[in-house]
């Protein structure tokens, strides 16, 4: 049998793809896997300005496409319209949109009072009306090529309701929810999923209590984390090979909701 043509062009080769938080744990392994595949990336960042200029260097040194480290703090509705104009001034096209900026604080489930109001606005505005808010300041952008692509970065947590406190589930849960909207009411021009892990093993995570992070290996049929790198794969293949799904929510969780 003949085997088949390897494409020598990388598959995101003048892609332009944005990453709110950009200098996560995530967000880092995310901007290192779509500059792999060709992509422009913008590392966009809230508070980490530094750290992102310092990636979209690192990203420039090992390829030959145009990166960037750019404001994007999500909670900032007008910051992000200037992120709009700014991007087109400078790329006249936003092909992917990974909304990877989240905070959450650990707050056992049945300390109630731990939960402030505070904190629960924080959590929802941040996770819940940012990737929103995004979305709609880049819809003209990611509409412009028709083939458009959004990608939620959510969590297990939204279906297992398992994770770092009752709201940071329920956001994320709501994210998902607004994924599926989102994805009817942007088709045909902009595609939207979420990718959805279990734990990861980025350095918050390696902070935690080891028993606790043991025990979660435990209960995890895969018998480990996940890779930040893993869960950036994902991302890759919703916007190289899972290109009839819009609306999908895609586990990255080595099997941890089954158990
Ligand atoms: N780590 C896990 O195990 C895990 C599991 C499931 C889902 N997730 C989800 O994956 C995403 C990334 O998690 P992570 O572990 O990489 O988190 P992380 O390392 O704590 O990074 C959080 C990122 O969010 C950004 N951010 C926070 N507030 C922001 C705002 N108002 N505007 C714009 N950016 C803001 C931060 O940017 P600055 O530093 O610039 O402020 C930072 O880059 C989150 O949505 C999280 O819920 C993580």
Request: net charge neutral.
């Amino acid at each position: 049998m003949q085997s088949r043509r390897k494409d020598t062009e990388p598959k995101l080769a003048k892609r332009v793809a944005l990453v709110t938080g950009g200098t996560g744990g995530l967000g880092t392994a995310i901007c290192h896997a779509l500059a792999d595949e060709g992509a422009s990336v913008i590392v966009g960042f809230n508070q980490s300005a530094d750290a992102a200029h310092t990636l979209a260097d690192v990203l420039t040194s090992n390829s030959h496409q145009h990166h960037a480290a750019l404001a994007a703090p999500v909670t900032n509705s007008a910051a992000l319209l200037t992120l709009a104009d700014e991007i087109n001034k400078r790329y006249r096209r936003l092909d992917i949109l990974v909304n990877c900026a989240g905070i959450t604080r650990f707050v056992p489930h049945s300390d109630l009072d731990g939960l402030d109001d505070a904190l629960i606005d924080d959590i929802f505005a941040t996770n819940v009306r940012g990737p929103f808010a995004a979305t709609r300041a880049l819809r003209p952008l990611l509409a412009k090529n028709s083939a458009g692509l959004i990608v939620n970065i959510s969590s297990i947590a939204a279906v297992s309701a398992m994770g770092s406190n009752v709201m940071y589930c329920a956001s994320k849960a709501a994210l998902d929810n607004m994924t599926k909207s989102l994805a009817r009411a942007l088709a045909p021009h902009i595609r939207v999923v979420s990718v959805s892990p279990g734990l990861v093993d980025t350095d918050f995570v390696k902070s935690l209590d080891i028993s606790w992070r043991h025990e979660q290996v435990a209960r995890t049929p895969l018998a480990r984390l996940a890779a930040p790198a893993e869960v950036a794969q994902a991302v890759i293949a919703a916007a190289t090979h899972f290109t009839f799904s819009t609306g999908s929510i895609f586990a990255v969780d080595g099997g941890r909701q089954l158990a």
